[in-house]
């Protein structure tokens, strides 16, 4: 693996990283820790953590992963994710607010309210929560970078999964109310894949991975490695001057007009 340049290079930083065991949030990990960042992830179920956060320290031969298991959706779960990693590292200098939840499929009249309810709890309230844990802990004194996991479906009406989609848009509203807030010392960005081949994506993909990948002008689908490029080089100096800006990560999909 090439080196980091000094502006990408995160050593000495500690990144918390939610949803971290598997997919795009594993990938993150991976990639803030090639650059030298020592990283805390998180999701729900312990053991599959612990595997991930092992998987990752034994690769990157040198930054360690700490796993803290909790429900992104729990107060006292992110005050003790944050908590532990304070205690672990001594700083949290990233924050990457990746966990995501979507029970909700086709139109919204027919949507149980109790789970849109909880897809904004997870996907943008505990996004707000963590970085106000990270605040009081660290950032608010010390600076430090956010970065958001959108998606194009906030960007874009979908008519399938519409209510994930506005929980997105919500996020990234949020994203741009923040970055303002907060600067100059800490930078607040989000990036909007479009499909990226995880099981969360599973759903969407299920007529076949050709005819998901048709109207992506790169003439593929995601990977998890393309959105965790992304996400290094805007929690590293090289991107010191962004703040409040959405990432379109999305194989030029939405330069076609079309969803």
Known sequence: MTAPTP????????????????GIGRAIAAELLSRGANVTITARKAEPLEVAARELTESAGGPRALAVAGNAGDAEARTEAVRRTMDEFGSLDILVNNTGINPVFGPLMDADLGAVRKIFDTNVIAALGYLQE???????????A????ASVAGIRSTGVISAYGASKSALIRLTEE???????????NAVAPGIIKTDFASVLVAAGEDKAAAPYPMGRLGTPEDVARLVGFLVSDASEWITGETVRVDGGLLATGGM
């Open 178 to 188: 923040l970055a303002w807030q907060l600067a100059p010392s800490i930078r607040v």
């Open 134 to 144: 990270a605040h009081r802990a660290w950032m608010g004194e010390h600076g430090g």
């Open 146 to 149: 956010v970065v958001n996991l």
């Open 7 to 22: 502006v990408q290079d995160l050593s000495g930083r500690t990144a918390l990283i939610t949803g971290g065991s598997r």
